[in-house]
């Protein structure tokens, strides 16, 4: 994906100016900054999430595979199946673990018992609950403890098999064992999806990403391999923030 001169206002307020920055395949790219600098604007704008906040606006453009995703012959429904999502809270519905995966195929069209079992089943090992759950995928997914259910959420997004992965803040509400799951779980998503993940964390972005961009009130600061976002920043801002001067 590819954010070219992206500008993003809530109302007249600018959220983000003109951010050109490119999310490689295969790779995952975190998005870091000072609240409010305008990580989740970026990062919901990268599936028109934001087209469902009311006064919200955009110039520049995003394309996904080489194309505009606002050309008006796309289909948004199937860009967001595309370019999934995964958010900071997990937002599990009150069904059984099977419905939850399982809801997005039935939206799209699946009917057939054994072919959504077998994707249910690959998407609950693709987010590494499988074991867990496997012996109870009638029971309600709100019994899961919560870095489960954060992991369910990663499975059904999964389900629809999209190419990207959006996750903003995916660990940030779970302990250090839930959230060391969730980070070998990107380390394994990124050979088959494209990931750009948001986080607070600094370490976290440092073992989890292969790109790093920071924004900085609104704006694109820069963006490099992790390793020289952290230890070599061509930017003094960059350095500050990585550095803990402010933030
Ligand atoms: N729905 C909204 N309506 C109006 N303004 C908003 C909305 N969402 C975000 N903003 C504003 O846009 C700016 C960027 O917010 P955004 O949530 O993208 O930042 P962030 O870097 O993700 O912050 P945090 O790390 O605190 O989540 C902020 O000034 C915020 O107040």
Redesign the pocket.
């Known amino acids: 994906m590819e954010a070219r001169e992206l500008t993003l206002r809530?109302g007249s307020?600018v959220?983000i100016k003109q951010v050109s920055l490119a999310i490689p395949e295969n790779k995952v790219t975190a998005l870091i900054?000072p609240?409010?600098?305008?990580?989740?604007?970026f990062l919901r704008s990268l599936n028109r999430m934001n087209d469902l906040?009311p006064g919200a606006s955009h110039d520049g453009s995003v394309f996904l595979d080489g194309r505009s995703i606002h050309d008006r012959s796309l289909d948004v429904v199937d860009l967001r199946r595309r370019v999934g999502m995964v958010f900071q809270k997990s937002n599990p519905f009150p069904k059984s673990i099977f419905e939850n995966v399982a809801y997005g195929l039935r939206v799209g069209g699946l009917k057939d018992k054994a072919k959504l079992s077998a994707r249910v089943e690959k998407s609950l090992r693709g987010a590494a609950l499988w074991d867990e759950v496997k012996d109870r995928l009638d029971e309600s997914a709100l019994g899961l403890s919560g870095g489960q259910q954060q992991r369910l959420c990663i499975a059904r997004a999964l389900a629809v098999e999209p190419e990207v992965l959006l996750m903003d803040e995916p660990a940030s509400a779970l302990d250090p064992i839930a959230t060391a799951k969730i980070e070998e779980l990107i380390h394994e998503l990124k050979s088959t999806y494209t990931i750009a993940i948001?986080t607070?964390n600094m370490q976290q972005a440092a073992r989890v990403s292969d790109r790093t961009a920071f924004?900085y009130m609104g704006e694109l600061v820069e963006c490099g391999p992790t390793e020289q976002i952290f230890t070599n920043p061509h930017e003094k801002r960059t350095e500050d923030y990585v550095t803990g001067k402010f933030g």
């Open positions: 809530y307020k959220a900054g609240s409010g600098c305008g990580k989740s604007t906040i948001v607070h924004f």
